[in-house]
């Protein structure tokens, strides 16, 4: 076994991501294209601190690790922290790595990291079999702090008889909508220049309704231009005549779907039909009739996401102490959110 930190994305360390990647698990957030997404947005790469181990010469696991200051501390993060939904380490598919021979490279890990930062702070993890195979909430000593929200698309007409009040709404939204035009579903825009301008309307519509500075820290019009390319990058659309009044950016990993970025158009005459909902229960429909297994909303607490599931995903956060300063520094986290 082989260890190595590295402070750089050289060439080797792309190959060898590259390679991990052919996990059918790996999703999206773990992608070298999207952690390069990440890292380009601002003055990132200083901050890498990325961990591979190596097993008879081939890349076992990826610890993509970055470092953040926050006041006089420095904390241990995934890449891509503030903008993935679920992070994690990537892992070689061959080989099934059992607990003691994870712990001792986990030892070897920290050994490496400890003189790097005052705390390791790895947060929204799962352990979901059928999308990831993260070792850390695995074998690791992980607490739970909050839940994602699904739709097992197995149970959906179990849903909708249970929802049969909304979608009756839902169905005279449509109606009223389809009086004043012609009122299209668009389930797969396919060409790359289109997305990229249907992203931009939609991140600008989420910057009507958002704060300046938190739509910032969000979303970024340039970073998600920047993964479009990828064939699992779905943009849906929702369109009144020639206008587009609903958006979303999925991605579709293993039968499984990925509800990113929704919006809709700020408009009062349109806003009282829920185009939003409406696009969203028109995916549904669709990735249900597509034989998808879950139709995942991903990070946040939103209350129309409670509204429509039937599933629910813990998340995990590994917290762990390298010196007084990171113990201060827990203790204040006991409190609030990173």
Same mark, same amino acid.
């Given at each position: ?53 190596? !097993?008879? &010469? ?10 953040? =200051? %926050? @006041?006089?501390? /420095?904390? *241990?993060? $995934?890449?891509?922290y503030d903008m993935s939904d679920y992070l994690g380490p990537l892992t070689n598919a061959e080989y099934k790595i059992e607990k003691n021979f994870f712990n ?77 035009? !012609?009122? &299209? ?10 997305? =990229? %301008? @249907?992203?931009? /309307?939609? *991140?600008? $519509? ?133």
């Open positions: 076994m082989k260890i190595i930190l590295k402070r750089e994305i050289d060439e080797t360390l792309k190959k060898d991501w590259k390679f991990l990647e052919e996990n059918k698990n790996i999703l999206i957030f773990q992608k070298l294209s999207w952690n390069l997404s990440w890292l380009n947005e601002s003055d990132r790469y200083k901050n890498i601190s990325i961990i591979i181990v190596y !097993e008879d &010469k081939k890349p076992l696991i990826i610890f993509p690790f970055c470092i953040i =200051k %926050k @006041l006089n501390f /420095k904390i *241990l993060r $995934w890449i891509g001792d490279i986990w030892r070897e890990v920290l050994k490496l990291v400890n003189n790097e930062c005052d705390l390791i702070y790895l947060d929204k993890q799962v352990n979901e079999s059928f999308f990831s195979n993260n070792l850390i909430t695995r074998y690791l000593n992980c607490k739970k702090y909050e839940q994602t929200y699904g739709t097992d698309l197995l149970k959906w007409r179990e849903v909708k008889k249970n929802k049969n009040k909304s979608l009756q709404k839902f169905r005279w939204a449509k109606k009223k909508l389809s009086e004043i035009g !012609e009122l &299209k579903f668009i389930e797969k825009v396919n060409d790359v220049n289109e997305k =990229k %301008k @249907l992203i931009k /309307k939609a *991140l600008g $519509w989420k910057k009507e309704k958002k704060n300046k500075l938190v739509f910032l820290k969000s979303f970024s019009e340039k970073f998600y231009s920047k993964i479009l390319d990828d064939k699992n990058i779905i943009v849906s659309a929702l369109k009144l005549n020639n206008d587009f009044i609903a958006i979303s950016l999925g991605y579709v990993n293993n039968l499984n779907y990925f509800y990113l970025v929704p919006a809709y158009k700020i408009e009062p005459n349109l806003i009282k039909y829920s185009p939003g909902k409406i696009l969203m229960i028109e995916l549904l429909e669709y990735f249900e009739n597509q034989n998808f297994k879950y139709f995942d909303f991903c990070d946040g607490q939103e209350s129309y996401k409670k509204n429509w599931t039937n599933s629910m995903i813990d998340m995990n956060l590994y917290i762990k102490t390298t010196n007084l300063s990171g113990l201060i520094l827990s203790l204040f986290l006991k409190t609030k959110k990173i």
